[in-house]
C-alpha cells in the first residue's frame, strides 16, 4: 500500500480568506495527485489532477483560479482555495498513485473546510 | 458517463448477515476498484478487479465482475458493525488514456446494526 497524508484535517475561517491544503506521499514518489471535494451525504466530485512540474489541469466547471494547485515536488501537492466563501465549505480529499502502479489510488484523510 | 453506478443507495443488515452491493458501468474498462469510506474520513481502497478477471477474493470480501453486462458485485459476509460505512465503486479507463482519474458515483451506504 501507501500512505497519504493530509494537512489540516479541518479549517475553520473567515469569509474572505484564503486557505491552503497540504497533500503528502509519505512513503512513496506522486507525480500525480488528484483532488476531490465531497459535500454532505453526496459523493467525492473530481476537482483536479495535480502534475508535478507542471500545471494542474482541471474539471470542467471547476475555477482555477480558485482553487490553486502546486504541485512542487514529487511528495507535496497543495490546494489553496482563494478568498473563500460559504459556499466553498466541503471536504477535500487528495489522492495519489502508489509505487505499484498507475491502477490502485491512495487516499488521504480529508480536509474539512468550513467557511464563516 | 464515466462513473459507477452503485445500487442499492441504502443497505440495513444485523451483523453476521451477508451485503451485497452492485455496480453498474457504462463503458468499456481496464479495471474496477471498490472503496470503503468511513463517515468523515478518506477512502480505504478495498479490492482491484481487472477486465480479464471474474472474481477475486480479499478476507471477507469477494468481487465479481461481468463484462457482457458491464456489472460488478461487492459481497461482504459476515457482516459486522464496523463495516458500517458507505462504499464505492470506481471503474478504470486507463488504457483509454484517462490519466487514471476515478469517477465515483453516489456509493451504496451500508449500516450494519450489532
Known amino acids: 500500500g501507501a500512505v497519504v497524508s493530509q494537512h489540516p484535517s479541518w479549517v475553520i475561517c473567515k469569509s474572505g480568506t484564503s486557505v491552503k491544503i497540504e497533500c503528502r506521499s509519505l512513503d512513496f514518489q506522486a507525480t500525480t495527485m488528484f483532488w476531490y471535494r465531497q459535500f454532505p451525504k453526496q459523493s467525492l466530485m473530481l476537482m483536479a489532477t495535480s502534475n508535478e512540474g507542471s500545471k494542474a489541469t482541471y474539471e470542467q466547471g471547476v475555477e482555477k483560479d480558485k482553487f490553486l494547485i502546486n504541485h512542487a515536488s514529487l511528495t507535496l501537492s497543495t490546494l489553496t482555495v482563494t478568498s473563500a466563501h460559504p459556499e466553498d465549505s466541503s471536504f477535500y480529499i487528495c489522492?495519489?498513485?502508489?509505487?505499484?502502479?498507475?491502477?490502485?489510488?491512495?487516499f488521504g484523510p480529508g480536509t474539512r473546510l468550513l467557511v464563516l | 458517463s464515466q462513473q459507477g453506478e452503485e445500487d442499492p443507495q441504502a443497505l440495513s443488515i444485523q451483523e453476521g448477515e451477508n451485503a451485497t452491493m452492485n455496480c453498474s458501468y457504462k463503458t468499456s474498462i481496464n479495471n474496477l476498484q471498490w472503496y470503503r469510506q468511513n463517515s468523515g474520513r478518506g477512502l480505504v481502497h478495498l479490492i482491484l478487479i481487472r477486465s480479464n478477471e471474474r472474481e477475486k477474493h480479499s478476507g471477507r470480501l469477494r468481487v465479481t465482475l461481468d463484462t457482457s453486462k458491464k456489472s460488478s458485485s461487492l459481497l461482504i459476509t459476515a457482516s459486522r458493525a464496523a463495516d458500517t460505512a458507505s462504499y464505492f465503486c470506481?471503474?478504470?479507463?486507463?488504457?483509454?488514456?484517462?490519466?487514471?482519474?476515478?469517477?465515483f458515483g453516489q456509493g451504496t451506504e451500508l449500516s450494519v446494526k450489532p
Open positions: 489522492s495519489a498513485f502508489g509505487t505499484s502502479g498507475r491502477e490502485t489510488q491512495y
Open positions: 470506481a471503474p478504470g479507463y486507463e488504457i483509454y488514456n484517462q490519466g487514471g482519474k476515478l469517477i
